[in-house]
């Protein structure tokens, strides 16, 4: 694959080169790829997980918010709307041993580097997808004397940390405003956001010669 190749086929241009593949006339093939879109509509709508041929199944999915009284339960607890398309393995083994190519090229249209990959071809689970991104810790690492530390996390989560080295809870400290250390210490913290709680974020700030101790700054 190469980046410059992601163009948006056309719907006519799909029917048209499945239409020579199968030998069905074009005609045939915009018929049935209608009726099946309808099909699919109306099934993922009901809450079905609809296979789509060769490539997987799709679902419509919600983020809401839960409650443990009944009572409490209200259309307000809806969030957002999905769609989870879940890959097929057949499709996620081509993926994984596709070689990816990443071409740059200056203003001129000029080839000025091109590399191929060589990861190990992890594909991401679009189940895992679902969670809270994992905040990010900022700051300067080796420092002198201080650094000022600032975690962000998703858009209306709250982040938890700790600075002793233990796994985040949401008993944790909340973070507020920028940490000041002056010692080398390891910050890890998670988001939660509706119930929901990230993987931990991580990452140690050396101050050479020593170890733990820190103060919140402004």
């Known amino acids: 694959m ?94 994984k041993n596709t070689a990816i190519q990443i071409t740059c090229i200056d203003r001129t249209g000029k080839e000025v580097k091109r590399v191929t990959s060589a990861d190990d071809g992890t594909i991401e689970d679009p189940e895992e997808n679902e969670n809270v991104m994992a905040p990010e810790i900022s700051g300067t690492s080796p420092f002198t004397d201080s650094t000022q530390v600032t975690i962000q996390g998703p858009q209306g989560a709250e982040v938890r940390y700790t600075t002793d080295g233990s796994a985040p809870s949401a008993e944790s400290t909340l973070y507020s405003e920028a940490i000041t250390l002056n010692a080398t210490t390891t910050i890890k913290a998670i988001a939660i956001l509706d119930g929901e709680t990230s993987e931990v974020a991580s990452k140690t700030f050396t101050k050479s010669g020593e170890s733990g101790g820190f103060d919140l700054g402004n």
């Open 2 to 95: 190469s980046p410059d190749l992601y163009i948006a086929l056309s719907q006519e241009k799909v029917i048209k080169e499945a239409a020579l593949r199968s030998g069905v006339s074009r005609g045939v093939m915009q018929a049935c790829w209608d009726a099946a879109g309808e099909v699919i509509k109306a099934w993922a709508t009901e809450g079905h997980s609809v296979a789509l041929p060769g490539l997987g199944s799709m679902r419509f999915g919600l983020r809401a918010k839960s409650v443990e009284d009944v009572n409490d339960v209200k259309t307000s607890l809806i969030k957002t709307r999905r769609i989870v398309f879940t890959p097929a393995v057949d499709l996620k083994d081509e993926l």
